[in-house]
C-alpha cells in the first residue's frame, strides 16, 4: 500500500521535527491562532485518530469513495474552523517532555492495526464512510502540510521525500477540481494569473 508507505514516512517526518522544537520555540507563533505547541498538537492527530478509528467499529458502507470526495464533504458540511483551533489549543496543552515517545509508540500502534485491517477496511469519520487507503491519503496531506508549517515556525528544514510531496500536491488540485477551482489553480500554476486573495481548497 502505497498510502501506508507514505503515512509512515510522514509520520517520522513530523516526529522528527518535534524532536526539534527548542523549548524557548514552544509558544511562538506557527499557524493562525496556534503558537508551536498547539499545532504540533493538532498535527499528531493525524497519527492518534487512525489508532482510534481503528479501534472502533467500521462504518456500515462507504460514503466517501476517496480522500477527495471525503474532504470535499468534510470542508463544505462539517467543518467548523473555530472547534478545530480549540482542540489544537487543548491538544497542546496536554503535551509534555514525553509526548514524543508517546506519539512515536502511537505511530507503532496504528501501523500495526493497519496491517491487521487492510486497505478496504471502511472506517468510520462520524457519518462518513473511507476505505482506510483513501483515510490514510488524507492523513499523509495533514502531517505533510503541517509538517512544513512547523519546519517553518521552527526555521528547520521539512525532509519530506520529494514523490510525498508530489503525492499530496497532486491530492490538492484534484480536491480543488472538484471544488470547481481548477482552473484557477491551473492558470496559476502555468503564470496565467494569480490565485483569488486568500484562497484556500481548505
Not at 4 to 23: G, I, K, M, Y
Not at 137 to 146: A, D, G, I, Q, Y
Amino acid at each position: 500500500m502505497t498510502s501506508t508507505t507514505d503515512f509512515e514516512t510522514a509520520a517520522h517526518s513530523f516526529l522528527d521535527l518535534v524532536a526539534e522544537v527548542r523549548p524557548a520555540q514552544w509558544n511562538e507563533p506557527a499557524l493562525g491562532v496556534w503558537d508551536v505547541r498547539s499545532l504540533v498538537g493538532h498535527t499528531a492527530r493525524a497519527i492518534l485518530l487512525v489508532e482510534q478509528y481503528l479501534l472502533a467499529d467500521p462504518a456500515p458502507e462507504v460514503t466517501a469513495t476517496d480522500a477527495e470526495a471525503y474532504y470535499v464533504q468534510v470542508f463544505t458540511e462539517y467543518t467548523d474552523n473555530d472547534a478545530i483551533a480549540a482542540r489544537g489549543v487543548e491538544a497542546g496543552k496536554a503535551l509534555n517532555e514525553n509526548s514524543g515517545a508517546e506519539f512515536d509508540a502511537a505511530l507503532g500502534r496504528a501501523l500495526a492495526l493497519v496491517a491487521a485491517n487492510g486497505p478496504d477496511r471502511i472506517v468510520a469519520v462520524g457519518s462518513i464512510g473511507i476505505p482506510l487507503g483513501e483515510y490514510l491519503r488524507t492523513r499523509v496531506f495533514e502531517l505533510v502540510v503541517h509538517g512544513m508549517d512547523i519546519a517553518k515556525a521552527i526555521n528547520q528544514p521539512h525532509r519530506i521525500p520529494s514523490e510525498i510531496v508530489a503525492n499530496v500536491a497532486d491530492l490538492a488540485a484534484r480536491v480543488a477540481v472538484r471544488k470547481g477551482s481548477g482552473e484557477d489553480i491551473l492558470f496559476a500554476l502555468t503564470g496565467r494569473r494569480p490565485l483569488p486573495p486568500r484562497y484556500s481548497i481548505l
